[in-house]
């Protein structure tokens, strides 16, 4: 999963900053291993000096076994680079709006949930809907720490990761309860429940676009240097 922390919000812009103006050369590679349910799972590692780092791991790392003939992405992995910035190159500023962007795309549990092999066993899919409860839960939770992190761009910004983070746990909801469907316990009121979960996250979801854009007109950026008015 991506590690995000009040600190990489912060130090977006910086490290930006330093990437553009000094070249430096990270090694990574891929690893991957398959599942018990067959899915594949991909993690990054840098090369730190003769050994390897710890395995990074993207949100989006589950590729399904089902897929065949098209290529399938991760979610973004931000790396740190070592490189000491120009001391007269001020920082960029910071986006909120590019950074609610980024985090949203680790809101992918409902196509994770559609990605489930429907032909596997009953107990099998409902391990894979148990993982993706538990991961929807974790990010819901990170997301939620970030919220005073955007509290100084405004309202808007400030509700828009809270929205992001309702909607990651109304989807860890889903997850859990069809979970218990695939167990087979008896109750016939649980596709009731999982659709109203998918409403929930749904109006969580509206509401999220609506602050995020309300967001990006909250923190114009500055018109670059040379570009006029």
């Not at 919220?147 to 509700?159: I, L």
């Not at 309300?214 to 114009?220: K, L, V």
Request: hydrophobic residues 45%; contains cysteine.
């Amino acid at each position: 999963m991506r590690r995000i922390a009040f600190a990489l919000v912060l130090a977006i812009a910086a490290v930006a900053s330093t990437a553009t103006a000094q070249q430096s050369e990270v090694e990574v590679r891929i690893v991957a291993q398959r599942l018990d349910d067959g899915r594949v799972e991909f993690a990054l590692q840098q090369r730190d000096g003769d050994s390897w780092g710890p395995r990074i791991l993207p949100t989006r790392r589950f590729f399904p076994v089902s897929s065949r003939g098209r290529w399938l992405h991760s979610s973004a992995i931000s790396l740190a680079v070592a490189a000491p910035a120009p001391a007269a190159s001020p920082a960029a500023p910071l986006d909120p709006f590019v950074v609610l962007v980024d985090l949203w795309d680790g809101v992918t549990f409902l196509d994770e949930m559609n990605d489930v092999d429907r032909n596997a066993s009953p107990a099998a899919q409902a391990a894979a809907f148990f993982g993706i409860q538990e991961r929807a839960h974790d990010y819901s939770v990170r997301l939620l720490g970030l919220v005073p992190a955007f509290a100084p761009y405004g309202a808007a910004c400030e509700a828009a990761i809270s929205d992001m983070s309702e909607v990651a746990r109304m989807d860890g909801f889903v997850a859990a309860y069809y979970s218990l469907i695939y167990e087979g316990w008896p109750h016939v009121d649980y596709f009731d429940v999982v659709k109203a979960y998918r409403d929930a996250a749904k109006a969580a979801s509206d509401r999220y676009f609506d602050n995020a854009w309300e967001c990006r007109n909250d923190n114009p950026l500055p018109t670059p240097p040379g570009r006029g008015t």
